[in-house]
């Protein structure tokens, strides 16, 4: 017994980020009076925790909600229902002042490089823009920092006074991780940071990210649909389907021997390198569409879409447990 406890107080104190039963839902007005009529579950029951110091990669499908946790859980999205907790301290209840203050700890880089760096700012501004609302520093130390972030993130301080449209797409998304990394957060969320770069710069970009966990002592939450790349980057990874995680587990496990049917639908289509094993290999094709996030099936919410099917599967929703070491799935039926 006091082993135990020593065991659950040794996992609680490697926690980040803990989340439970996290629920978005969005609100869909009509009528004259402009009435709630539906609501948008975009995210519906999501559990996970982050530990100190890994790479968790969270993967679906577009509009299973990934974006959305993301965003709630770095409470730049206000959550319906939920718990988010961040080093033990519980973020859904705190005042937005409260949450402004933690804001250093936790940031997030985004997808599209393009769109998330202001045009009417030089590089320079725009990296030391936290620094400067958090008062850290003098204007001198603050210049000083910015240099040495730009440097970090392999860009030339020298070119310090030039605006984000006079940069490649890469050198942007290099930017804006210095701008991330600015105010030294504990944790950051990277939303598909390199989906939208050449694939000849995602790889650059992605051993950075790597390079600056190491450096940094940072803990990601790396969001993306490509398995591959979730592979690449991540210690484990989690799986969404229609607003809920269904699996989670160690890279190797999941990739191995996934437990969920639909993890197994979404490996099934990975494209192997081996021409020999690709030419063997069953593809699982997954009849009909994801159902819509505003009446989503009862119980599993993949049930209409799965082989293994049966009737406890449309009335209860199955919890997510560890079904083997480290490994949990949502499913009453798993492997
Ligand atoms: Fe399939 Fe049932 Fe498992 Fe859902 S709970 S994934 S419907 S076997």
Redesign the pocket.
């Known amino acids: 017994m006091v082993q135990q406890q020593v065991e659950a107080e040794k996992k609680t104190d490697q926690t980040l980020v803990e989340v439970k039963g996290l629920k978005v839902h969005f609100p869909i007005k009509g009528g004259l009076l402009g009435r709630t009529v539906a609501n948008v579950k975009s995210v519906d029951g999501v559990d996970l925790f982050v530990r100190r110091g890994e790479t968790l990669g969270l993967v679906g499908e577009s509009g299973c909600g990934k974006t959305t946790t993301g965003r709630a859980i770095l409470q730049l999205i206000k959550p319906t229902a939920g718990s988010v907790k961040l080093n033990g301290v519980e973020l859904t209840t705190l005042p937005s002042n409260e949450i402004r203050k933690r804001r250093a700890e936790m940031q997030m880089v985004f997808q599209d490089p393009f769109g998330s760096l202001d045009p009417r700012y030089t590089v320079g501004q725009i990296v030391a823009e936290p620094l400067e609302n958090f008062q850290r520093g003098t204007p001198k130390q603050i210049r000083e920092e910015v240099a040495h972030l730009l440097e970090v993130v392999g860009i030339n301080p020298y070119y310090v006074n030039r605006f984000a449209h006079e940069f490649s797409g890469g050198q942007r998304q290099r930017i804006g991780i210095a701008r991330a990394l600015a105010l030294h957060p504990s944790f950051i969320v990277a939303d598909e940071p390199v989906s939208a770069l050449d694939v000849s710069i995602q790889a650059q970009v992605l051993n950075l990210l790597q390079d600056l966990q190491g450096q940094f002592g940072l803990t990601y939450l790396f969001v993306a649909h490509n398995l591959s790349v979730v592979k690449h980057i991540s210690e484990r990874v989690a799986v969404m389907y229609l607003g809920r995680v269904?699996e989670l587990a160690q890279s190797a496990s999941l990739y191995e021997t996934p437990l969920?049917?639909?993890t197994q639908a979404l490996l099934s289509a990975v494209p192997v390198p081996d021409p020999d094993i690709e030419a063997r290999r069953k593809r699982i094709i997954l009849e009909g569409d994801v159902p819509s996030p505003v009446n989503p099936p009862s119980?599993?919410?993949?049930?209409p879409?799965?082989?293994?099917?049966?009737a406890?599967?449309?009335e209860?929703i199955?919890p997510l447990e560890e079904k083997q070491s480290n490994h949990y799935?949502?499913?009453?039926?798993?492997g």
């Not at 119980?299 to 049930?303: A, E, P, T």
């Not at 879409?305 to 049966?310: E, F, L, S």
């Not at 799935?329 to 798993?334: E, G, I, L, M, R």
């Open positions: 269904v969920h049917p639909y119980g599993c919410n993949f049930h879409r799965c082989w293994k099917a049966q406890i599967c449309r209860v199955p799935a949502a499913c009453h039926f798993p």
